[in-house]
């Protein structure tokens, strides 16, 4: 069997086309900025690809790029299209509505829709892709809705709700949902897998670090605490997004500055973070660079984030009631090892201690331990798959 996944972002489209025989990856690229100039991108596993701009004025244009792409004589990686048995997406936001993954009905496309107040851009983004499917493959071929929110659907309302009068919750389902949640359910199941237990014996916190950011608890299977909030803003520092502030800063900064709620909305999400301390950017990278050549701004950014990821591994320890493991994982989880080490040195009143040796080869898709044999906690470094995950669903429904 083989399935297309899709990740459908406003102005992109991302996919892969995984061979479920063996979990390959055939082929993957991506559609940019649809609707704008357009520019197409798609490589083979076997090396082959091709790469050029294209007019694509929407979503629908854009699959009839992927699907030109997939059966080229030249880069192409099937025969047609109907050797395509099912599609999976990505869904941002599934609310308080979708607690786990789903085949496409008329009903769901409906459901996703109502939830584009909470996730304006990705919701409305991926009901293009959904549509957009349909039109190219036509509803003979299944599709399936994956969330990145129904992974947290188990926490407590102690954990989710917000302490603004009630009414808020019961109106506009004001609460926290978390996001990241594929990614945070690959990497804890990994992690059980590489420890040979079963993920209900095992407390684990994983740290998906990227320019997007979230820590979850994890107890049994079930997330029982995550560090997002009602939109990926809430929680660490990030690359342009504040994470957690006071809500007076706010007011404070709107009130001083005169700047309406939107203005606001893109200081809080685009232009503060890594960005907004260090000046340089929002790219680990460029801040860790600038850094090693002695810019303050930049060490502080790198403090603060460092500063961020222990605190919440240290009230999560506490949720928990003791942890297990702690799993580090996507863009700067991978690979920054010193993040992870000036963390977990932090960490030796719990009994965590890291090869620091190990930890530094621990980068460009190297998984594995990087905890010591004294160490009473376990810590990994595992690359997330979110794809697979979402291919894995997509084929338990479709086969069902």
């Known amino acids: 069997m083989k399935i297309l996944v899709i990740n459908a972002g406003s102005s992109s489209m991302k996919y892969q086309l995984i061979d479920m025989t063996d979990e390959s990856t055939l082929a993957k690229g991506n559609c940019e900025r649809i609707g704008i100039d357009g520019h197409f991108k798609h490589t083979t596993s076997d090396g082959r690809s091709c790469e050029y701009d294209v007019q694509m004025n929407n979503h629908t244009e854009a699959f ?28 941002v936001q599934g609310g308080s509505i979708f607690k786990e993954s789903c085949l496409v009905t008329d009903k769901v496309i409906e459901d996703i829709e109502s939830l584009i107040p909470l996730a304006p851009l990705h919701n409305a983004a991926h009901v293009q892709g ?17 969330f990145d929110t129904a992974f947290h659907s188990t926490m407590p309302e102690t954990a989710y709700m917000y302490a603004v009068p009630y009414e808020y919750y019961e109106k506009y389902a004001v609460r926290r949902y978390g996001f990241h949640g594929t990614s945070h359910r690959y990497v804890s199941a990994r992690c059980a ?71 606001m909305d893109t200081l809080l999400n685009k232009k503060s973070g890594f960005l907004g301390i260090s000046g340089i950017s929002s790219d680990d990278r460029d801040v860790c660079a600038a850094a090693a050549e002695g810019n303050k701004r930049a060490q502080l950014a790198i403090d603060m984030l460092e500063y961020h990821i222990l605190k ?62 004294n160490s009473k906690v376990d810590v990994f470094v595992i690359p997330t798959n979110e794809e697979i995950v979402i291919a894995r669903d997509t084929m338990a429904l479709v086969t069902k």
């Not at 994470?243 to 203005?263: A, N, R």
């Open 64 to 91: 009839m790029q992927i699907k030109n792409a997939l059966t080229d004589e030249k880069v192409g990686v099937i025969k047609e299209l109907s050797e395509v048995s099912a599609i999976g997406h990505r869904i």
């Open 130 to 146: 959904i549509r957009a499917c349909i039109d190219v493959f036509g509803k003979e071929v299944p599709e399936v809705v994956v």
């Open 193 to 263: 897998e590489l420890m040979g237990k079963d993920i209900k014996d095992l407390k684990i916190i994983t740290c998906h670090l990227g320019n997007g950011s979230s820590i979850t608890a994890i107890d049994g299977g079930k997330v029982v605490d995550t560090s997002m909030g009602l939109t990926p803003l809430d929680g660490i520092m990030m690359g342009t997004r504040t994470g957690c502030l006071d809500p007076s800063v706010v007011t404070f900064i709107m009130e001083k500055s005169g700047l309406t709620p939107s203005e």
């Open 312 to 373: 919440y591994i240290g009230s999560y320890v506490a949720v928990l009631g003791g942890v297990d493991a702690i799993v580090f994982t996507a863009g700067i989880g991978e690979n920054q090892s010193s993040h992870r080490e000036n963390v977990c040195h932090k960490l030796g009143y719990i009994g965590v201690e890291i090869d620091d040796e190990v930890n530094a080869k621990a980068i460009r898709g190297v998984e594995g331990k990087i905890s010591t044999e």
